[in-house]
């Protein structure tokens, strides 16, 4: 069996008028993420690292913020075309560790939802994937509640 393990990383301006979506579940908040798609940023972290670990580019190569397709896409959307970019090559997916970084709201009782779309889309089981949350200690950007940021890695394999 090969394995491969990628990294991804990815962040959002914060915004009045605009709805938070995290982990594909619209989480209430009177602040949203500021992007071309719904601005997932949990979403978008996990896409680029399973395109990472498949060797491939990054999530803008394959869902360009410059195309209108992908003007205001579900990021669930994303990750479904992103498994199947790893299927083509044979790969599929093994486990999904992820954290969340932002001030507020909280989000741990969105968790299981999250895990189970995710899970769901991917192809594994709940417990292959983990959310943590957590702040930054009110420094920064995240700090000053104008932005959210998410880290992944996942772990892909083949037969």
């Given at each position: 069996m090969k394995i491969r393990v990628g990294f991804g990383y990815d962040v959002h301006q914060l915004t009045e008028n605009r709805e938070l979506w995290l982990g594909?579940?619209?989480?209430?908040?009177?602040?949203?993420?500021?992007?071309h798609s719904d601005a997932d940023v949990l979403l978008h972290a996990i896409c680029d690292a399973l395109l990472g670990a498949a060797g491939k580019r990054d999530i803008g190569f394959y869902f360009p913020d410059t195309s209108s397709e992908f003007k205001n896409i579900d990021s669930k959307i994303l990750l479904q075309r992103t498994i199947q970019v790893l299927k083509d090559d044979g790969w599929k997916v093994g486990n999904i560790d992820s954290t969340l970084c932002m001030e507020r709201p909280k989000i741990m009782s969105f968790v299981p939802e999250m895990k189970k779309v995710i899970s769901s889309i991917c192809e594994i089981e709940e417990g292959d994937v983990s959310i943590k949350a957590t702040t930054s200690e009110k420094m920064g950007f995240v700090g000053r509640e104008e932005g959210v940021n998410a880290y992944a890695v996942a772990l892909i394999q083949k037969d």
């Open positions: 594909g579940v619209q989480i209430p908040h009177d602040k949203g993420a500021l992007g």
